[in-house]
């Protein structure tokens, strides 16, 4: 599934060089393209994997973070682009922590919205999901194989 409108990044041409990527006009349409969000998503029931970005805690559990596309995001600069970002807010029921290079699954209904924090903004919220840590091991990789699993 993706979260940004199927047209937000048409600018890009196919044969994309340094010179045009760096110049001020392109990087303003890319960031401009990172605002676009999906409208069309609100009130879908869907499931994403990613990794946590805790931003609120209740003890030592999490009970809201930030859903980012790769490991590390919000930790480095510039954070991830606002139609990649889900807050996700499970303070009815707080979730462990997970490391920041755990891939996890949340499971929840999407609303579209932009929300502001301190580390990044998101574009999107899921409110009581469920999550799940994503385990892949050897065995099963090597399982879905055989099948001829995707």
């Known amino acids: 599934m993706s979260l940004e409108p199927a047209d937000a990044y048409d600018f890009i041409p196919e044969d994309l060089t340094y010179e045009t990527y760096s110049s001020p006009e392109f990087q303003a349409k890319l960031e401009a393209a990172g605002t676009k969000l999906k409208e069309s998503l609100e009130g879908v029931d869907i499931v994403l994997a990613g990794f946590m970005v805790p931003i609120e805690y209740v003890g030592t559990d999490v009970s809201k ?18 139609n990649q970002t889900i807050l996700v807010d499970v303070s009815s029921e707080p979730t462990k922590f997970r490391d920041l290079y755990m891939p996890i699954i949340v499971y929840g209904r999407i609303s579209v919205g932009s929300q502001s924090f301190d580390i990044a ?3 999107y919220a899921i409110t009581d999901a469920v999550v799940e840590t994503l385990h892949f091991s050897d065995e099963e990789y090597r399982k879905n194989e055989e099948e001829g699993d995707d």
């Open 65 to 82: 973070f930030l859903l980012v596309p790769e490991a590390g995001q919000c930790i480095h600069v510039p954070p991830p682009p606002l």
């Open 121 to 123: 903004d998101s574009g």
